[in-house]
């Protein structure tokens, strides 16, 4: 391939900002930002990406908009203008994520971030994953804590806590997925050039539906060139998803 692995990932990362329009991102981690500014560079230019505290900045980190910490969570987080990608400790077949503790609650085996501000980032905004290792151990049967709510657990919550809830893509080393199944179970949206549905598996507990998959798609050569000479030319993406 023309196209290493990581370079397929960031793309696929960028993907998952398609539609997205004039939308707050905040994208969190090395490949998710790498996505989203490859996404704001080509597709969608419309992106408003966030510094995480008080400004709105371009690709390259420079301020185009001041974005006070309370407007934000007035006007923007609970209105479905915001698209966060987060990482996940353990995720399952509907959605449901942890980044709080591996154990009983009570007695964890290991104690994580915290719940933080995932479940109001899953009710109020789109949200998605990034999963740079596939494997058992992330993708469980179900989650020692529910920290971003899935749509099992939004539906049992109710209407208010399904209004804006849209758990939209998980994306790992192997592939990208999304919840399209039946009762919004997990589905297989696309796996990476070379990976097979056994690779997957092998490295899921839960069945994954495959109805429908395609192969993830390689970068344009317009997009290996700003991945390459703007976005990373250090090639950090190398490192997170090696070859």
């Not at 419309?46 to 001041?66: F, H, K, N, R």
């Amino acid at each position: 391939m023309r196209a290493t692995r990581a370079e397929i990932v960031v793309v696929a990362m960028a993907e998952v900002f398609r539609g997205d329009g004039e939308i707050v991102v905040s994208p969190m981690g090395l490949v998710p930002q790498l996505g989203a500014k490859l996404a704001r560079l080509t597709f969608e230019p419309d992106l408003l990406m966030s510094d995480g505290e008080a400004y709105l900045v371009t690709t390259d980190g420079v301020v185009e908009g001041w974005q006070p910490f309370r407007k934000m969570l007035d006007t923007i987080v609970p209105h479905g203008r915001r698209h966060v990608v987060m990482g996940a400790n353990q995720i399952d077949r509907y959605g449901n994520q942890n980044i709080s503790a591996i154990g009983d609650h009570a007695r964890p085996k290991k104690q994580l971030l915290g719940v933080r501000g995932a479940p109001g980032n899953t009710v109020n905004h789109r949200t998605s994953y990034w999963v740079p290792r596939h494997s058992t151990r992330v993708f469980v049967d179900t989650v020692d804590v529910v920290s971003g709510v899935g749509y099992d657990n939004a539906a049992k919550a109710g209407p208010s806590a399904q209004m804006y809830h849209d758990v939209h893509r998980v994306v790992t080393n192997l592939g990208v997925f999304g919840f399209g199944g039946a009762d919004h179970a997990m589905r297989a949206v696309s796996l990476h050039p070379g990976v097979t549905r056994d690779e997957v598996m092998a490295a899921t507990t839960f069945e994954i539906d495959f109805s429908g998959v395609e192969t993830s798609r390689e970068p344009t050569e317009e997009e290996l060139r700003l991945l390459r000479e703007v976005v990373d030319p250090k090639s950090l993406r190398d490192k997170e998803v090696p070859a």
